[in-house]
């Protein structure tokens, strides 16, 4: 039998669960399209929505929808036949994945004797932030306004969640978990929560004020205020915290959206990498408008290429 099969049997045979033996592939470095097989083989009554939730919540950075599709499609009965047919699958992508996949950066960890790529990833990718399933959510979104201006702009994220979950940012920001603003910027809001029929794909956000000019200079303070806020995320190779982030400052508040790209993607790494490194499993970083796809793609190889990534 294939040493990587008896290895993902082994973590199955030893975990409680779904979710706990997809998180232990991931600690022993397999990827989502090794894993998703043996995954279905281990919870063989698995419907091909929970298996895809599992997936995208695990590996969120890294999975696209041909991926996950050819995940899904991997998975085999007892009796040779496909365990999912195409609506099934088709189904689950449609149910679980709204962002689409643009590119990843896989920062490497020492962990185990080896190197492990799969437990620290930032992404980039396009879509809509306010209509991403839970898997896809996880824990912080990040957004921006100008200082002090809360204000449901039309057009603005921060309209956008008013709008789907009655979240009023401007409310939040008077009663806020922690604030961080006179040092870095920022303010984690309290926990959310939905006046809508909607459900919150986000249990926080992190709010960054400042204005467009100074965003690059600032962005920094974010990845200041995920170390203070949590100063101790889970020990590797559990899983830390997820975050989405949206391209803050940038459009009417005027950044250079390569620029905000780049200080996001620095940002990220440094906390990644410095010192015994922070554990956050996936940064990933969503763009909006269309047209910015290619370009930030572009640069996002490149700070590939400068981290050696």
């Not at 091909?48 to 599709?69: P, Q, R």
């Not at 209509?131 to 201006?149: K, M, Q, R, T, Y």
């Not at 997820?242 to 940038?250: E, K, P």
């Not at 990933?284 to 400068?306: C, D, G, H, M």
Request: one cysteine or more; a negative charge.
């Amino acid at each position: 039998m294939n040493t990587s099969v008896e290895r993902i049997k082994e973590i199955a045979t030893a975990a409680n669960g779904l979710l706990e033996t997809a998180e232990g592939c991931r600690a022993a470095n397999f990827s989502a399209l090794q894993c998703a097989p043996e995954l279905y083989t281990s919870y063989p009554t698995t419907a091909a929505t929970d298996l895809a939730a599992t997936l995208i919540e695990v590996w969120a950075c890294e999975l696209s929808s041909a991926n996950l599709s050819t995940a899904l499609s991997s998975c085999i009965k007892n009796d040779s036949s496909p365990a999912y047919t195409a609506a099934d699958i088709s189904a689950a992508l449609t149910a679980n994945m709204t962002l689409e996949f643009l590119d990843v950066a896989n920062v490497p960890v020492q962990y185990g004797g080896g190197t492990n790529n799969q437990l620290k990833m930032i992404g980039l990718a396009h879509g809509n932030l306010v209509n991403v399933s839970a898997p896809e959510g996880d824990h912080f979104l990040i957004i921006s306004c100008l200082p002090g201006d809360y204000s449901p702009t039309p057009g603005s994220l921060i309209a956008a969640l008013d709008s789907a979950y009655g979240i009023n940012i401007a409310n939040l920001a008077k009663a806020p978990a922690a604030d961080y603003r006179a040092t870095h910027h920022c303010w984690v809001s309290a926990t959310l929560s939905s006046s809508t029929a909607k459900t919150i794909p986000y249990k926080q956000l992190i709010v960054f004020e400042s204005t467009g000019q100074d965003a690059t200079a600032n962005i920094a303070g974010i990845f200041a205020t995920i170390k203070q806020y949590i100063p101790t995320p889970p020990v590797i190779p559990n899983t830390g915290p997820t975050i989405l982030s949206a391209m803050v400052s940038t459009g009417s508040a005027g950044a250079n959206n390569i620029q905000v790209l780049d200080a996001l993607v620095n940002g990220a790494y440094k906390l990644m990498t410095d010192g015994t490194g922070y554990n956050m499993t996936c940064f990933r970083i969503v763009s909006y408008p269309p047209t910015w796809s290619a370009p930030l793609t572009t640069e996002f190889n490149k700070l590939k290429t400068q981290h050696g990534l």
